[in-house]
């Protein structure tokens, strides 16, 4: 196919850019809290969780299996050892709970797919393989991208390489998720494009960066973007006078952006 068959390479991001992803975490986080009430209160068990999940993620990476092993280290240190194994054996039901949680697609995913099926389609994923993977396939959208990949973190050099490998030219690439730390800046910083598409809530961490105040196309909704798409000029600049506040902040803790 050539590249006037296929006008741009247009990567989506998964978890709360395709299917709701983190409103179930703030359930879990929730009842996380409420559990180790006895030794702490909620901002405190937050900013606890939120510090071991930080020190795990360069050994243990994104996903709902590093989480859990973060929830139960993060229980035995709130409540200085005293933690029971009933507690243990519910933190470990949070995480299965989070693995075994049917995908619900964002509304209007799959209209948006069909309008833009004249371009490129993939998913850009960071996580566990085998939890991304699994949702792909029980999305029932995976023949519609050409390239799924699900990387073990989203910065400018996994896009590079990612970009280089699939032969993919950043002039012609656009970027469409929730995170501006994961989606959004990495992907400007190649020399791409990037859409922004909040969701209500937003993990503590992808809050976690300096680009706050850039300006970027930001839509309410991911309905909107075959509209955003056709403002397309051919030289790397989506449409202007779309440029919208960068995020929502985070629930999570004390400190959301
Ligand atoms: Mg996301």
Do not use: C
Not at 92 to 106: A, F, Q, T
């Amino acid at each position: 196919m050539t590249a006037d068959e296929h006008p741009l390479t247009v990567a989506f991001d998964a978890d709360d850019t395709l299917w709701h992803n983190e409103d179930l975490f703030l359930d879990v986080h929730i009842e996380y809290e409420e559990l180790l009430s006895p030794w702490a209160e909620a901002a405190t068990v937050d900013d606890r969780l939120h510090e071991v999940q930080m020190t795990n993620l360069p050994r243990f990476g994104y996903g709902v299996k590093s989480f859990t092993l973060s929830m139960i280290e993060a229980a035995v240190r709130i409540s200085g050892g005293e933690v029971d194994a009933d507690r243990i054996t519910t933190i470990i039901g949070y995480g299965k709970r989070l693995l075994d949680r049917p995908v619900e697609l964002i509304d209007g995913v799959e209209e948006v797919l069909d309008a833009l099926g004249h371009h490129r389609l993939m998913v850009i994923t960071k996580g566990d393989v085998h939890d991304q993977l699994a949702k792909v396939a029980a999305s029932g959208l995976a023949e519609r991208f050409w390239r799924v990949a699900v990387v073990a973190d989203k910065d400018a050099a996994v896009y590079g390489e990612l970009l280089e490998r699939h032969g993919i030219d950043p002039t012609r690439f656009v970027m469409v998720g929730n995170s501006l730390r994961s989606d959004v800046l990495p992907v400007l910083e190649l020399g791409g494009s990037a859409v922004h598409v909040p969701y209500p809530i937003t993990w503590r961490h992808e809050n976690e960066h300096d680009g706050h105040d850039i300006e970027v196309p930001t839509l309410e909704a991911l309905r909107d973007l075959p509209q955003l798409l056709r403002g397309w000029d051919g030289d790397g600049k989506l449409a202007p006078g779309m440029a919208g506040p960068a995020g929502i902040g985070g629930r999570y803790g004390a400190h959301p952006a």
